[in-house]
């Protein structure tokens, strides 16, 4: 194992993120998890690192995560680790990757207010997309 662990990895007592990382675009964290069948909480599985032999890559798993308090409002943090977006030009395409390797979450916004102070932008089908009026 360990013969094989520095032939594939360039060593055999690497940290974990050193070898298994979360890649999008021009964004490569070091990232914690593994199949369900070894018990991880954080389940990922991964494949060959596109740009370095000595790494492997996240290609699936849990890509959306949410804790919920069911208070009055409700509270709630989510993570989607791979961004809201799939067009590599924009902000939001892979912004929220660090956070989701670092283990972070985010607010979700459930009141109205909430949702009127974070939105950017407005979209109504058949309408061209508009600048947030709050």
């Known amino acids: 194992a360990v013969t094989e662990a520095q032939r594939r990895y360039g060593g055999w007592d690497l940290p974990w993120g050193e070898v298994h990382r979360a890649r999008i675009g021009d964004v490569d964290v070091p990232v914690g998890g593994c199949t369900g069948a070894l018990g991880c909480f954080r389940v990922l599985w991964f ?3 596109e740009t370095d032999e000595h790494r492997l890559q996240v290609r699936g ?6 804790a919920v308090e069911f208070d009055d409002p409700p509270r709630a943090y989510s993570i989607l680790a ?18 989701f390797a670092d283990n972070g979450m985010k607010p979700v916004a459930f009141t109205e207010a909430r949702i009127r102070e ?3 932008r ?8 508009e600048p947030s009026t709050d």
Do not use: C, K, M
């Open 47 to 49: 494949e060959e690192h």
């Open 61 to 66: 798993g849990d890509g959306w995560v949410i």
């Open 82 to 99: 791979y961004g809201q977006s799939d067009r590599p030009e924009s902000p939001h395409f892979n912004d929220q990757l660090a956070l």
């Open 118 to 120: 974070t939105t950017i």
């Open 122 to 129: 407005v979209y109504r089908p058949g309408r061209a997309a």
